[in-house]
């Protein structure tokens, strides 16, 4: 999901991540307090102390975002949910899910975690800012305290909206779970009321745009569509798991793959069998020994001119445990290596054995069709 980001600490077992979008969420923050909030609560100083404090402020920020998703992590672990890390990004931050809660007690208490954490940190830098202004009423660290009560309230609540991937949107997923017992419906319920409030923030934010304030207006779009985007892509992951539960890739492989032997050259190749059968992947065979494979990609690295005397022999990728998986291999597991690695498409063999080839297409063809064929409940009845 953040393949650029970058690690900085390990707490607990826990790698934590900052992803380059950070930067402009702190840097916003940053230049936000130093500029408007400060010198408005603490009017007088020099502009170094507003700097200051807005450093301490927005480091103060990222060490809250941090326990929260903490604490999302330990309640997982004690549930036996795998943790990948924790990432933060411009829109906050996130505990990575190796794998879904399996009850929906444990989806509630790794989901609440988070909010309580944040409120127990709000009561913290209130008291912390009330006894400042009781002890030593013109130390300009009050307003730090005071600011941090305040955004980790904020977030509290805010992450209480039922909406995905906010904490509310999962805890409310755990209710319709708990009372139907059937995650994928409760998934699906959940990912409307998530898309009503994503469209409700959009088009606040558009009219926004056009009364005068356009940065908290075009914030309002953006988290918008962040909203959107992560339900629907929450209840496509759970269908797929459904769909694909105890299936193997034997079930939706292409058997009898149009196949191409080392010897002929990439022209024949190009214009009769990629152009004729309509095929951008090919195995590569010799009698009944799979070589490996020939692509539209590794074309790419052959000036066409130079395509008749070319050989597929001379620029097919040998066959390997990247391009390779056995007919066995659970279907979910291979969408995971999809998503792991980009590659879309797969020989499937037994030993030198060519058994058929499976394509991302081929997976979400079956699953388009088992829609159609089994609409949501028959999907859940039988997963």
């Given at each position: 999901m953040f393949s650029n980001a970058f690690k900085i600490a390990t707490l607990q077992g826990f790698d934590i991540k900052i992803d380059p979008s950070w930067a402009l969420i702190a840097a916003l923050i940053t230049w936000s307090l130093s500029t408007q909030f400060f010198p408005r609560v603490y009017p007088g100083a020099a502009p170094g102390v507003y700097i200051t404090l807005a450093l301490l402020a927005m480091l103060g920020f990222f060490a809250s975002l941090i326990l929260h998703e903490m604490s999302h992590s330990v309640v997982a672990r004690r549930f036996g949910v795998e943790i990948k890390?924790?990432?933060?990004?411009?829109f906050g931050g996130?505990?990575?899910?190796?794998?879904?809660?399996?009850?929906?007690i444990s989806e509630f208490w790794i989901a609440i975690a988070g909010p309580l954490m944040s409120f127990a940190l709000a009561l913290g830098f209130w008291l912390l800012a009330q006894a400042g202004s009781l002890l030593a009423p013109e130390m300009a660290l009050n307003h730090v305290f005071a600011y941090l009560a305040l955004i980790n309230l904020v977030l509290a609540v805010f992450n209480l909206v039922p909406a995905f991937p906010l904490d509310g949107g999962r805890i409310f997923r755990a209710y319709l779970w708990s009372q139907s017992k059937?995650?994928?419906?409760?998934?699906?319920?959940?990912?409307?009321?998530?898309?009503?409030?994503?469209?409700?923030?959009?088009?606040?934010?558009v009219i926004g745009l056009f009364s005068g304030n356009p940065v908290a207006s075009l914030w309002k779009v953006l988290i918008g569509v962040f909203v959107l985007m992560a339900a629907k892509g929450t209840y496509a992951h759970q269908l797929q798991a459904a769909a694909f539960k105890d299936k193997t890739i034997a079930r939706m492989m292409t058997r009898d793959a149009v196949t191409v032997l080392p010897e002929v050259s990439l022209q024949y190749l190009v214009d009769e069998v990629m152009l004729t059968e309509r095929k951008t992947f090919v195995p590569v065979t010799e009698g009944d020994v799979l070589l490996g494979y020939v692509s539209t990609e590794?074309?790419?690295g052959v000036r066409r001119e130079e395509w008749l005397v070319t050989k597929v022999g001379d620029v097919y990728a040998p066959l390997d445990e990247d391009n390779t998986v056995s007919p066995g291999l659970p279907a979910a597991e291979l969408m995971a290596k999809v998503s792991a690695t980009g590659r879309r498409k797969f020989l499937v063999a037994d030993g030198r054995q060519l058994l058929g080839v499976i394509t991302l297409t081929d997976l979400m063809s079956y699953l388009a069709v088992l829609q159609d064929i089994r609409p949501l409940d028959g999907i859940s009845k039988r997963s």
């Open positions: 890390g924790i990432t933060l990004f411009i996130v505990a990575e899910l190796g794998s879904e809660p399996k009850t929906a059937d995650l994928l419906k409760a998934t699906a319920t959940a990912t409307r009321i998530s898309s009503f409030f994503a469209y409700a923030l959009i088009i606040f934010g590794l074309l790419q």
